[in-house]
């Protein structure tokens, strides 16, 4: 499988600001070592947005946390780097580290709350990191603060800047987790699930002001998220993790239109249009499988309607499933990604 | 007055919670979570109720199925009000409307094994079935929702999501209810289980004749389950409807809202459906606006509306009602 590796499913001339190559992470637990990720390469581009859909356990947010470095034992990385701008990460020293998943790299997570310290107004948190990082005055970082939270939409900023998280409502205080993502002004961005936990015509509202802010600062975006919706809206490259590796990677239109991997057909045809009316849905039966006492062959096999012997024994690789078309930049792990790709699986 | 198909009426509904004042705020808030919403929900039929948090939906659910009393406004099954009904009477109504709530496992005991957990409908409703079949009623249940029988003695942490999900249909079935309100059963589950879980709804619908009442944020999965949908805003029903004429045509600005905000998985579609973005977030429902509730973040408001409340009410009484004095004209997608 390490045939692609090198050559990822670039969607852009420009070298990648950001590009993870062959990542693997195991978690040490009392049942043995548990591979949470295993060989995962992405390529993020400036200005361009990258979604890694997902569900629960399938790698999606141990892949930021170990991009930012906050994996935490009892996770390790046991394999791979995470190259920005060239310059492995994982081997950096801490200083370098430090600048780089602070100033270079940020992160929005989904629960605001509990990001941000309660204790201090949102003005002060603001203004500490700019203190810190930008070795700004102390006037100063308050009205570059006042000025961040201007230009995340909130409602008279000024007195905002005095108020506590709590005060704040869910979509707000998510606002104001992206002006402090977007203090030292990030050369990529990943948010991981930021509208989950919010209420529809909000989620709409943050959606719309990560990409004006993205393309004002021409970030390369990560999004990690579960929903089709938001993906199917947003991303320009999409990559489908199933079980701690990506199991298919394409541009968005591409993997909506004809998905080369069983695992993505069934996510798509599983779920509910608000648009249309579907008289049943398809399910992918099952559960997510666990990530202790795996079998040797394709993680997804046991759910899989297109399931043959060869998935049980030998795992896929994750290689193109249109060899001899060029141009196409499409990756699916698969032993029958090309009779999936054109319907006949 | 009810018709003969309707199972479940729900009239006037209101719930107001009073947080007791404190030191620095002498007097009591009064949070009004619902305020006056009605509808009939009609034999082996889906309401789907959407709405945003804080539109009082799961206040609705838990005062259906009895877990609140009411502050004005009744419930009826077939008839009998659910909030009126004392020691047998109660029991037997209770039997007949169940809950399914979204994490089943913080509902479920966690000391207790899956057999226990589905016993114990029995061993509060002790007339329904005799202890010696119980056991097979409950073999029965475990089937019926598709759970594996030999994990009977299993507890609940040992379960999947969906799994556990099961567990909780299947005690809500346990009682041979009429109805079930549903309060974001399916939220919490993963994608790819959430649609086993909507079809076993839908199944068991088939096959028991059971009526829903789905309560929902996801309006995709709402759309595919109901046959009619409420859509509330800050404990009213703006508007009411069957699922089709609601979510094409719908009338209320903020139904139209609501649903241009929704993205729909296909690349192909970008830039073609028009969104109207909302400002803001609902208004606190401590304090709410006078007349339409809706109309401090609506781009259609005038004078009318800070002053006289619209009612709900159909105009042609083919096609759904709603509570506006400027209603939407044409499709939300050609609306800008």
Same mark, same amino acid.
């Given at each position: 499988?390490?045939?692609?590796?090198?050559?990822?499913?670039?969607?852009?001339?420009?070298?990648?600001?950001?590009?993870?190559?062959?990542?693997?992470?195991?978690?040490?637990?009392?049942?043995?070592?548990?591979?949470?990720?295993?060989?995962?390469?992405?390529?993020?581009?400036?200005?361009?947005?990258?979604?890694?859909?997902?569900?629960?356990?399938?790698?999606?947010?141990?892949?930021?946390?170990?991009?930012?470095?906050?994996?935490?034992?009892?996770?390790?990385?046991?394999?791979?780097?995470?190259?920005?701008?060239?310059?492995?990460?994982?081997?950096?020293?801490?200083? @370098?580290?430090?600048?780089?998943?602070?100033?270079?790299?940020?992160?929005?997570?989904?629960?605001?709350?509990?990001?941000?310290?309660?204790?201090?107004?949102?003005?002060?948190?603001?203004?500490?990191?700019?203190?810190?990082?930008?070795?700004?005055?102390?006037?100063?970082?308050?009205?570059?603060?006042?000025?961040?939270?201007?230009?995340?939409?909130?409602?008279?900023?000024?007195?905002?800047?005095?108020?506590?998280?709590?005060?704040?409502?869910?979509?707000?205080?998510?606002?104001?987790?992206?002006?402090?993502?977007?203090?030292?002004?990030?050369?990529?961005?990943?948010?991981?699930?930021?509208?989950?936990?919010?209420?529809?015509?909000?989620?709409?509202?943050?959606?719309?002001?990560?990409?004006?802010?993205?393309?004002?600062?021409?970030?390369?975006?990560?999004?990690?998220?579960?929903?089709?919706?938001?993906?199917?809206?947003?991303?320009?490259?999409?990559?489908?993790?199933?079980?701690?590796?990506?199991? @298919?990677?394409?541009?968005?239109?591409?993997?909506?239109?004809?998905?080369?991997?069983?695992?993505?057909?069934?996510?798509?045809?599983?779920?509910?249009?608000?648009?249309?009316?579907?008289?049943?849905?398809?399910?992918?039966?099952?559960?997510?499988?666990?990530?202790?006492?795996?079998?040797?062959?394709? %993680?997804? %096999?046991?759910?899989?309607?297109?399931?043959?012997?060869?998935?049980?024994?030998?795992?896929?690789?994750?290689?193109?499933?249109?060899?001899?078309?060029?141009?196409?930049?499409?990756?699916?792990?698969?032993?029958?990604?090309?009779?999936?790709?054109?319907?006949?699986? | 007055?009810?018709?003969?198909?309707?199972?479940?009426?729900?009239?006037?509904?209101?719930?107001?919670?009073?947080?007791?004042?404190?030191?620095?705020?002498?007097?009591?808030?009064?949070?009004?979570? #619902?305020?006056?919403?009605?509808?009939?929900?009609?034999?082996?039929?889906?309401?789907?109720?959407?709405?945003?948090?804080?539109?009082?939906?799961?206040?609705?659910?838990?005062?259906?199925?009895?877990?609140?009393?009411?502050?004005?406004?009744?419930?009826?099954?077939?008839?009998?009000?659910?909030?009126?009904?004392?020691?047998?009477?109660?029991?037997?109504?209770?039997?007949?409307?169940?809950?399914?709530?979204?994490?089943?496992?913080?509902? #479920?005991? /966690?000391?207790?094994?899956?057999?226990?957990?589905?016993?114990?409908?029995?061993?509060?409703?002790?007339?329904?079935? /005799?202890?010696?079949?119980?056991?097979?009623?409950?073999?029965?249940?475990?089937?019926?929702?598709?759970?594996?029988?030999?994990?009977?003695?299993?507890?609940?942490?040992?379960?999947?999501?969906?799994?556990?999900?099961?567990?909780?249909?299947?005690?809500?079935?346990?009682?041979? /209810?009429?109805?079930?309100?549903?309060?974001?059963?399916?939220?919490?589950?993963?994608?790819?289980?959430?649609?086993?879980?909507?079809?076993?709804?839908?199944?068991?619908?088939?096959?028991?004749?059971?009526?829903?009442?789905?309560?929902?944020?996801? #309006?995709?999965?709402?759309?595919?389950?109901?046959?009619?949908?409420?859509?509330?805003?800050?404990?009213?029903?703006?508007?009411?409807?069957?699922?089709?004429?609601?979510?094409?045509?719908?009338?209320?600005?903020?139904?139209?809202?609501?649903?241009?905000?929704?993205?729909?998985?296909?690349?192909?579609?970008?830039?073609?459906?028009?969104?109207?973005?909302?400002?803001?977030?609902?208004?606190?429902?401590?304090?709410?606006?006078?007349?339409?509730?809706?109309?401090?973040?609506?781009?259609?408001?005038?004078?009318?509306?800070?002053?006289?409340?619209? /009612?709900?009410?159909?105009?042609?009484?083919?096609?759904?009602?709603?509570?506006?004095?400027?209603?939407?004209?044409?499709?939300?997608?050609?609306?800008?």
């Amino acid at each position: 499988m390490t045939e692609t590796l090198l050559d990822g499913p670039t969607t852009d001339v420009r070298a990648p600001v950001l590009s993870v190559r062959d990542l693997s992470v195991e978690f040490d637990t009392r049942d043995g070592a548990l591979p949470a990720l295993q060989g995962v390469s992405l390529d993020v581009h400036a200005g361009r947005t990258l979604a890694l859909l997902g569900e629960s356990g399938s790698g999606k947010s141990v892949t930021a946390q170990t991009v930012m470095g906050l994996l935490d034992p009892p996770g390790r990385v046991t394999g791979g780097s995470v190259l920005f701008r060239g310059a492995d990460l994982l081997t950096a020293s801490a200083e @370098e580290r430090r600048r780089v998943s602070g100033e270079e790299i940020a992160i929005v997570f989904q629960d605001a709350l509990s990001s941000l310290n309660p204790v201090f107004t949102v003005g002060e948190q603001i203004a500490e990191l700019l203190r810190v990082r930008r070795g700004m005055g102390r006037r100063a970082a308050a009205a570059r603060a006042v000025e961040l939270l201007e230009r995340v939409r909130i409602p008279a900023p000024a007195d905002r800047a005095r108020d506590y998280p709590h005060q704040f409502s869910g979509g707000m205080r998510q606002r104001v987790m992206i002006a402090l993502a977007l203090a030292l002004e990030p050369t990529v961005l990943i948010a991981d699930e930021p509208t989950t936990a919010l209420d529809v015509t909000v989620q709409a509202q943050i959606m719309d002001l990560i990409l004006d802010l993205q393309r004002e600062l021409d970030m390369g975006l990560v999004l990690i998220t579960h929903d089709l919706g938001v993906v199917a809206e947003v991303a320009d490259t999409v990559a489908v993790m199933y079980a701690g590796r990506i199991v @298919e990677q394409g541009t968005v239109h591409e993997l909506f239109a004809a998905p080369a991997h069983p695992y993505t057909r069934g996510l798509l045809r599983s779920i509910p249009r608000v648009d249309r009316e579907d008289d049943t849905l398809w399910a992918i039966p099952g559960t997510p499988p666990s990530l202790l006492g795996r079998a040797p062959g394709c %993680a997804f %096999a046991p759910r899989c309607d297109a399931v043959v012997e060869r998935c049980t024994v030998e795992r896929p690789a994750l290689v193109d499933p249109e060899p001899l078309s060029p141009g196409t930049r499409r990756l699916s792990a698969c032993h029958r990604r090309e009779e999936v790709l054109h319907g006949h699986a | 007055m009810a018709m003969p198909d309707v199972v479940l009426s729900v009239e006037n509904l209101t719930k107001h919670f009073t947080a007791r004042g404190s030191l620095l705020r002498r007097s009591p808030h009064v949070v009004r979570a #619902l305020d006056g919403v009605s509808f009939d929900l009609r034999a082996s039929e889906t309401l789907g109720i959407v709405g945003e948090s804080g539109c009082g939906k799961s206040t609705l659910a838990r005062t259906i199925v009895g877990l609140e009393r009411p502050t004005a406004g009744r419930v009826t099954l077939r008839g009998e009000d659910v909030h009126a009904a004392r020691g047998r009477d109660l029991r037997v109504l209770r039997r007949r409307v169940q809950i399914v709530l979204q994490d089943p496992y913080t509902s #479920l005991n /966690p000391r207790r094994t899956v057999r226990d957990l589905l016993l114990q409908p029995f061993e509060i409703h002790r007339d329904l079935l /005799p202890r010696a079949r119980r056991e097979a009623r409950i073999d029965e249940l475990v089937e019926l929702v598709g759970l594996n029988p030999d994990h009977l003695d299993r507890y609940p942490f040992q379960f999947s999501g969906g799994q556990r999900q099961r567990i909780g249909i299947a005690r809500a079935l346990a009682l041979e /209810p009429e109805v079930i309100v549903c309060d974001e059963p399916v939220s919490a589950l993963d994608v790819s289980i959430q649609a086993q879980v909507v079809n076993l709804f839908q199944r068991l619908q088939r096959e028991l004749g059971l009526s829903y009442v789905f309560i929902a944020h996801d #309006l995709s999965v709402v759309r595919h389950i109901s046959d009619r949908i409420g859509v509330m805003y800050l404990g009213k029903m703006a508007e009411l409807g069957d699922r089709t004429d609601v979510y094409d045509t719908p009338r209320h600005p903020y139904t139209s809202a609501l649903l241009s905000a929704v993205p729909v998985p296909d690349p192909a579609l970008r830039g073609t459906r028009s969104r109207r973005l909302l400002e803001g977030d609902p208004p606190s429902p401590v304090d709410p606006p006078s007349g339409c509730r809706f109309r401090t973040r609506c781009w259609k408001a005038q004078d009318v509306c800070a002053t006289t409340e619209p /009612p709900l009410t159909a105009p042609d009484p083919r096609e759904q009602a709603f509570a506006c004095h400027f209603p939407m004209t044409q499709p939300a997608t050609t609306a800008s």
